[in-house]
C-alpha cells in the first residue's frame, strides 16, 4: 500500500486554504498545513513533503523568498513547487526569479491542478541531470557552467578524493556513498556560505567541481579541507587516525596498509586567456590533479602559468614538508 | 486495550518535533538576523539546548540526507547541513506555551550534564567527548516527551513523587511501565539517532546494561549524579540517585581525581547559570 | 573565591584565578591572579568577550542565595536516600568542600 502522498500548502487567503485543503484531500493527498511564513522552511527541512503548492496570487514577498531558498538547495530543489498565479498574471512573471516547476491559474480550475500534481510527481523522477546520489548537478549543467566562467576572474575547481577505492572495496559501497554524500554536501555549503556563492556539481564517482570567485579561492579550499578532514575522522578508529592508515585487502587479495581518505583540489582559474575552451580548463585540470596527488595529505594546487607553454609551476599552499 | 508501552511508542512514532524554551528561540532569531554573528554563535546556542540538538542531529540522520545513524555531533551536522538549513530549523523550532519552573529546571540540569561530560572526558582524555557531551545533553530527552505527550500521566507522577517520596524513575517505572532512559531510547531510535548517542540514553541510570559504548554511559551516568549532587537545575525530583560501581571503576575515579573534577565543573557551571538567565529573561511568553 | 558575572564586578575586588582569553587553556593570560580590578580593566575585559570572573573572598551577594548553613542542609537533603553507601559519602563530602569554597572560606586555590 503506497503511502499518502503529503502535500504542503502555503497560502495568505483562508478560504481558498480551506478549499484546496479539502479537494486535495478528496484525491486521497496528505495536507500539511504550513505555519507563518518565517517558520516555514525550518518546517520542510525537518520534515520534507512530497511536493509544495505555493500561493502567488495574493502578494507575499516571503513566500517568494521560501521558494528561493528551497530550490538553491541541491537535497529540497527536489521538491516539486507548483505556483497559484493570478489569471493572465503569467505573462508578466520573471521566470529567472521564480523556479516552480510548473503553475495553474487562480481562480483555480480542480482536474487541472490534479493532472499537474501527478505529472509534476512523475516529471522529479526522471532523471534529469541531477546525479541521483548527491543531488547535485551533472555533466550538461557543468559544462555549461564552465563555459560561462572562461574570461571572468573564477575558478573551475576539481574535487577528487584520495584513496577511495579501496576505501569503498574494505568499507562497502554503502559507506562509500555516504563519503560522496559528505563531499557534496561540505561543497555546497561551503561555496553557498561564502560571499557571492558559487556553482557547484557533481561529475560522477568521487569527481566533483565548483567555480567560485577566483579571490575566494584559498578560503574556499581550506575551509572545504579543514571540514572534510574532520567528518572523515569519525569515519577511521583512533589508532588507525595515528598510524595514518589502516590495513584493508587490495584487489589481489593481499593486505596493504591503506591511506586514509583525502582530498585533492585543482583550480583553474578562468581569466586566463590560455583558457579558450572548457576543454583546455578540463586538460589543466587533469596534470594539476596528477599533482595534487602526489602529497600524502589533502591539498589544493592553483595553476597560475599565463603563457604557454612553461613547466609546471604550481603552488602547494597546503603541503606540510614545504 | 493498548498497554501503557505500547501507547509510548506509538506516541513517539508520531512525534516529529518538541517544543523547548521560547528565550532560546528569541536569542536565534537574534542571531539569525545578524549576518555577521556567526555560525559558532549559532552553533553554541543550539548545542546547549538538548530538543535543538536533537532536532537537528534527526534531520542529519535522516532517510533524505543519506548519512544514517553516522552524525553524533552539532558541529558536525552544521557541516553537513549547511548554515541556512540549521537556522531555518532552529528558528521554526516550537516553544512550551506554559512556561513554568519544572522546564527551565529539565534544560539548566541536561546543560550541566553536558558540561560536566564535557569536563570528565576531556580531564580522563577519553576519546570523542564532543559524542559524549552530546549523548549527556540528550540524557533525559525521554522526560520531555512524558511532559509534552504524556501530560495527564505527567501530573500524576509529580504528585506520586511527592506523595512517596520517590525519584522520577521509580515513579515513571510505577506509573507507566517504562522509564524515561527506555523512552529516549525509543525516540533516537525512532529518529535514527547514531547508537553512540542512543546507548548512553538508554543505559544511563543502569551502566551494566551498556553494550559497545560503555565508556561513554559510565560518563554519563557519574555527570548525571554530580549534577544532581550539585543542585543545579531541576529534573524531576531532588534527589541524588546511587552512583554505580560499574561506572566509577570503568572510568578509573578516585577521590583526589574527582575532587578537582567537581571543583572544575562548578566552575562552569557559573557559566552555564548566566547564560540561563540571559535566556530566561527573554521567556515571555508571546503577545 | 566566588565566581561572578562581570556585570557585577567592582573596582577594588581582587582576581583570584587567572583569566584567559577563552576556554582553550593554551590561550593568553589577560590578567593574573592578585590583580585588583579598576574600571578601566574591568571595561577593557567586557571588551574583549569575558564573561565572568573569580574574585577573592564572597563579595557579592547574589540574589536569592542562601547561606551556607541552607546550603549545607539542602546537600544532605538531596543525598536523603543515599545511605551509607561509601562512594556517595564521599561524593557529598567533596560538595561540602566545594560549597564552602565557592561561598569564601578557603580564600582560593
Not at chain 1, 532523471?127 to 549543467?141: A, C, E, I, R
Not at chain 2, 561506572?247 to 578516585?254: D, E, H, S
Amino acid at each position: 500500500m503506497n503511502p499518502k502522498r503529503r502535500i504542503a500548502l502555503l497560502s495568505g487567503d483562508q478560504q481558498l486554504h480551506m478549499h484546496l485543503e479539502l479537494r486535495l484531500q478528496s484525491k486521497d493527498y496528505q495536507v500539511v498545513s504550513l505555519p507563518e511564513p518565517s517558520q516555514v522552511l525550518g518546517f520542510i527541512y525537518s520534515d520534507p513533503p512530497d511536493l509544495v503548492i505555493i500561493d502567488l496570487a495574493t502578494p507575499n514577498p516571503q513566500f517568494h523568498t521560501v521558494l528561493k531558498e528551497l530550490k538553491q538547495d541541491s537535497y529540497f530543489s527536489t521538491i516539486p513547487v507548483i505556483g497559484l498565479i493570478s489569471e493572465g498574471a503569467g505573462e508578466g512573471v520573471v521566470w529567472d526569479q521564480f523556479p516552480l516547476d510548473d503553475f495553474v491559474s487562480h481562480p483555480v480550475r480542480y482536474p487541472e491542478l490534479f493532472s499537474r500534481i501527478q505529472l509534476s510527481l512523475q516529471r522529479i523522477k526522471r532523471v534529469f541531470d541531477n546525479n541521483p546520489l548527491t543531488k547535485l548537478p551533472g555533466n550538461t549543467s557543468i559544462q555549461r557552467a564552465i563555459e560561462r566562467a572562461l574570461g571572468k576572474p573564477l575558478a573551475v575547481c576539481y574535487i577528487d578524493i584520495n584513496n577511495f577505492k579501496p576505501y569503498n572495496d574494505t568499507y562497502g559501497f554503502s559507506r562509500g556513498d555516504e563519503v560522496l554524500r559528505m563531499v557534496g554536501r561540505i561543497m555546497s555549503n561551503t561555496v553557498k556560505e561564502t560571499k557571492d556563492g558559487g556553482f557547484v556539481g557533481h561529475i560522477g564517482g568521487d569527481d566533483f567541481v565548483f567555480i567560485i570567485p577566483l579571490e575566494n579561492v584559498e578560503q574556499v579550499c581550506k575551509t572545504i579541507i579543514a571540514s572534510f578532514n574532520i567528518i572523515v575522522s569519525d569515519l577511521f578508529g583512533d589508532e588507525d587516525k595515528a598510524r595514518g592508515h589502516y590495513l584493508a585487502k587490495d584487489r589481489m587479495g593481499v593486505v596493504q596498509k591503506t591511506p586514509l581518505l583525502g582530498i585533492s583540489i585543482a583550480v583553474v582559474p578562468t581569466d586566463n586567456p590560455l583558457m579558450q575552451h572548457a576543454a583546455k580548463v578540463v586538460e589543466v585540470a587533469a596534470e594539476l590533479k596528477k599533482l595534487a596527488k602526489k602529497s600524502p595529505e589533502s591539498c589544493y594546487v592553483i595553476d597560475r602559468r599565463r603563457t604557454n607553454p612553461l613547466p609546471a609551476v604550481a603552488d602547494l599552499p597546503s603541503r606540510r614538508e614545504q | 486495550m493498548e498497554s501503557k508501552r505500547t501507547e509510548i511508542k506509538r506516541i513517539i512514532k508520531d512525534t516529529k518535533s518538541l517544543p523547548t524554551l521560547p528565550g532560546v528561540i528569541a536569542k536565534l532569531g537574534a542571531l539569525a538576523e545578524n549576518n555577521s554573528v556567526s555560525v559558532h554563535e549559532m552553533a553554541r546556542v543550539v548545542s546547549s539546548d538538548q530538543v535543538l540538538s536533537a532536532k537537528v542531529l534527526r534531520l542529519v540522520n535522516s532517510a533524505f540526507y543519506g548519512f544514517s545513524g553516522r552524525v553524533s555531533t552539532v558541529s558536525n551536522a552544521l557541516i553537513l547541513l549547511g548554515v541556512n538549513v540549521v537556522k531555518s530549523l532552529a528558528i521554526s523550532s516550537s516553544i512550551f506555551e506554559i512556561m513554568e519552573k519544572n522546564v527551565v529546571g529539565l534544560w539548566e540540569h541536561s546543560m550541566g550534564v553536558a558540561v560536566a561530560a564535557n569536563v570528565i572526558s576531556k580531564r580522563l582524555g577519553l576519546p570523542e567527548p564532543e559524542e559524549t557531551s552530546t549523548a549527556a545533553l540528550l540524557h533525559d530527552i525521554g522526560k520531555v516527551i512524558i511532559k509534552i505527550k504524556l501530560q495527564e500521566d505527567y501530573g500524576h507522577l509529580t504528585a506520586l513523587i511527592n506523595e512517596k517520596g520517590l525519584m522520577m524513575l521509580e515513579a515513571e517505572r510505577e506509573l507507566l511501565e517504562a522509564d524515561h532512559a527506555e523512552i529516549g531510547e525509543w525516540l533516537g531510535q525512532t529518529w535514527l539517532l547514531p547508537e553512540k548517542l542512543i546507548e548512553p540514553i538508554a543505559c544511563h541510570h543502569d551502566v551494566a546494561r551498556s553494550r559497545v559504548h560503555q565508556t561513554k554511559t559510565a560518563v554519563v551516568h557519574v555527570s548525571d549524579v554530580l549534577i544532581k549532587a550539585s543542585g543545579f537545575g531541576y529534573s524531576g525530583d531532588d534527589l541524588v540517585p546511587l552512583i554505580q560501581p560499574v561506572a566509577w571503576q570503568k572510568l578509573g575515579l578516585n577521590a583526589e581525581l574527582l575532587a578537582s573534577i567537581v571543583e572544575e565543573v562548578e566552575d562552569k557551571l557559573v557559566e552555564v547559570r548566566n547564560f540561563s538567565l540571559d535566556i530566561q529573561s527573554n521567556n515571555e511568553p508571546k503577545a | 573565591m566566588q565566581n561572578i558575572p562581570l556585570t557585577l564586578a567592582k573596582a577594588g575586588m581582587v582576581v583570584a584565578k587567572e583569566i584567559k582569553a577563552s576556554d582553550d587553556p593554551a590561550s593568553m593570560t589577560i590578567c593574573g591572579k592578585g590583580v585588583k580590578l579598576t574600571d578601566s580593566l574591568i571595561n577593557r575585559l567586557v571588551q574583549m568577550g569575558i564573561q565572568s570572573v573569580n574574585v577573592e573572598g564572597h563579595p557579592v551577594k547574589m540574589e536569592g542565595e542562601s547561606s551556607i548553613e541552607e546550603m549545607l542542609a539542602s546537600l544532605e537533603h538531596r543525598f536523603r536516600r543515599a545511605g551509607d553507601d561509601p562512594l556517595m559519602l564521599m561524593i557529598k563530602d567533596i560538595y561540602k568542600g566545594q560549597i564552602r569554597r565557592s561561598m569564601g572560606d578557603t580564600g582560593g586555590k
